[in-house]
């Protein structure tokens, strides 16, 4: 795969995974993952992610923005993995807030769109590693940290 090929082929990656796993830098400073939902992207330059203000990894995030998300595939064969690299921008405006909203989540944020437990995580790639069975790439990303 030629790098264009390996763009979208991580791009389509990204496009079916709702889930994705987020490693930030821990209190003790390991690296820890977490499952998160991945609620839109702009293509590779952005992910956007929905998460509780309360969560462990916000603060961890607010103490260091380094951070790494990993997108995987593997219903079918060939298997797929994605690994982004770079910072989180925590957002709490609200034109944040309203891209991401969906109906329903109010059993989680009572108070709305709007409710102090609602953050967006805004995670900025700076480079991009894709794998699928044959193929091994690392990609740079213009806009990362």
């Not at 993952?33 to 956007?48: N, P, Q």
């Not at 405006?93 to 709305?112: C, H, N, Q, V």
Request: net charge negative.
């Amino acid at each position: 795969m030629n790098e264009a090929e390996v763009r979208a082929a991580a791009l389509e990656l990204v496009e079916r995974s709702r889930i994705a796993f987020l490693g930030t830098i821990g209190g003790e400073g390991g690296p820890e993952i977490k499952a998160v939902e991945c609620a839109d992207h702009d293509g590779l330059e952005a992910i956007w992610i929905s998460t509780n203000t309360s969560s462990e990894h916000v603060g961890q995030l607010e103490k260091d923005p380094r951070a790494s998300v990993y997108f995987a595939y593997h219903d079918s064969i060939p298997w797929q993995g994605l690994l982004l690299s770079g910072r989180v921008e925590i957002r709490r405006d609200s034109e944040a807030r309203e891209r991401l909203w969906e109906d329903g989540w109010e059993k989680f944020y009572p108070k709305g769109v709007t409710d102090p437990d609602y953050t967006v995580l805004r995670f900025v790639p700076s480079w991009g590693k894709y794998w699928q069975f044959g193929v091994k790439a690392r990609f740079e990303l213009s806009a990362g940290g």
